[in-house]
């Protein structure tokens, strides 16, 4: 035993300076190994704000924080981990002063870890006076549809109450209640967030509104246009058969309608109510309305006068009609070339459809003929309302001719008979054949 303890304590001084040596460079080593830097951006938290100030400047955020750790604590670390500040109890706020440095300060949640080093180490602050101002509120309608008509905008609170740093207040031109109108031209009646806005229109941060929303109500309204168009008559049906439309006026002539803007400028001309004349056979006259879309309406004259002016129609006929043979002497036989002409004759339908064709006398004058061939004119008597057109053919071959009894002949030098008919009372000749005036006036 007295040999062991005399081995410790020989040369003791020398042993307790290695020991403390080795104890030095280990915690050396040690801790010079656990020195790393955080990468992550912690950020800055403003503590401790002087009472009615509002800090312009945000702090921004601490990066490259240098720490020492054990080795299972830096495993463990997030942003979270550390805390990075500035304390501005002593800093007086001055409006529109100029920035004020104020020292950061960081630490870690972790007992264990030890902060180093960070950067930055101070940040610049402004610091302004926090005011009140109460502004009215301005509606900003945004661009209205076309064909709308927009109502003065009444707004619940009309005023509200504008705080936040003096400068940032200086700034605040209007605040603004964005509303949008709708084209069906519904009325607005909603709640609106509102906007603070410089004199550009673009929004001042950092200001708190009081309250942030307000009601707004417009009214809207269609946009009323109006034109004078010319009207149409509209007329359904047709008149009896043979008669025939031959004007139509309508009064006015042009009516002025009123509506929606889009729904106008479609309309081009102004219909009527349609007017039956269906199986009519003389004039029209009466009263119908417009027939206008349901968004437009008629200004004025509420109702149209047409007058529809019917007519028999006109048009021709032709008919087949058989020749009279006029004037026939009883000693004569008449041959004709057609027994029947094709006669025209025009004017009203109703005064053709009642022409009866045994009622037409077309004939030819055959008593002053000679015999022989002839070409003789076809005569035609007029008709009552109408109008000869023509007859075809105009003329008819006739061959007149002095029949000869077989049984008497007459003699080779017997004088001809004479061309002008022998007196009624006297004696007709012996052996004389009357023209057939059966076969040579015969109808078809």
Same mark, same amino acid.
């Given at each position: ?401 002095? +029949?000869? =009894? $077989? *049984? /008497? @002949?007459? %003699? &080779?030098? #017997?004088? !001809?008979?004479?061309?002008? +008919?022998? =007196? $009624? *009372? /006297? @004696?007709? %000749? &012996?052996? #004389?054949? !009357? ?10």
């Amino acid at each position: 035993m007295r040999r062991l303890l005399d081995f410790v304590l020989r040369n003791w001084p020398l042993k307790l300076a290695a020991i403390g040596l080795a104890t030095v460079l280990y915690a050396g080593v040690t801790l010079s190994g656990n020195e790393r830097t955080w990468p992550g951006a912690v950020p800055i938290e403003v503590l401790d704000p002087p009472p009615g100030a509002a800090v312009l400047d945000l702090p921004g955020s601490v990066t490259s924080i240098r720490y020492r750790a054990p080795i299972e604590a830096s495993s463990q670390l997030t942003n979270g981990s550390f805390l990075a500040s500035i304390d501005l109890a002593n800093v007086t706020p001055t409006a529109g002063g100029p920035p004020v440095p104020v020292n950061v300060r960081v630490t870690a949640i972790d007992p264990r870890v030890q902060v180093i080093d960070f950067t930055p180490r101070s940040v610049n602050v402004r610091v302004d006076q926090v005011v009140s101002r109460p502004m009215t509120v301005t509606v900003d309608r945004g661009t209205v549809p076309s064909g709308l008509t927009l109502g003065a905008p009444q707004v619940s609170p009309a005023t509200v109450l504008v705080r936040g740093a003096s400068s940032r207040v200086g700034a605040v031109q209007s605040v603004v209640a964005r509303v949008a109108v709708d084209a069906s031209g519904l009325n607005v009646d909603q709640d609106v967030d509102l906007e603070a806005t410089d004199e550009t229109g673009a929004p001042v941060p950092g200001i708190e509104l009081v309250p942030q929303r307000v009601h707004v109500s417009i009214d809207v309204a269609r946009e009323l246009a109006y034109a004078t168009l010319p009207v149409v008559p509209v007329l359904t049906g047709a008149p009896a058969a043979g008669y025939r439309v031959s004007s139509v006026r309508a009064d006015p002539q042009t009516l002025t309608v009123s509506g929606e803007a889009a729904a106008v400028e479609r309309l081009s001309s102004i219909s009527t109510q349609a007017l039956d004349i269906s199986g009519v056979t003389d004039s029209v006259d009466r009263t119908v309305d417009a027939d206008l879309p349901a968004d437009v309406t008629l200004v004025g004259t509420p109702g149209i006068q047409l007058v529809v002016a019917v007519e028999p129609d006109v048009g021709s006929r032709t008919w087949q009609v058989g020749v009279q043979v006029q004037g026939a002497r009883a000693a004569r036989q008449y041959t004709l070339s057609t027994p029947t002409v094709l006669v025209t004759m025009a004017g009203t339908q109703p005064v053709l459809d009642a022409v009866d064709p045994s009622t037409i006398d077309a004939h030819i004058a055959v008593s002053r003929l000679a015999p022989g061939t002839h070409e003789v004119e076809v005569v035609v008597e007029q008709l009552d309302g109408l109008d000869l057109v023509s007859v075809a053919p105009a003329t008819v071959r006739v061959e007149v001719s002095v +029949p000869v =009894p $077989s *049984d /008497s @002949p007459l %003699p &080779s030098d #017997s004088p !001809p008979p004479s061309d002008s +008919p022998p =007196p $009624s *009372d /006297s @004696p007709r %000749p &012996s052996g #004389s054949i !009357p023209a057939p005036s059966a076969s040579a006036g015969a109808r078809p």
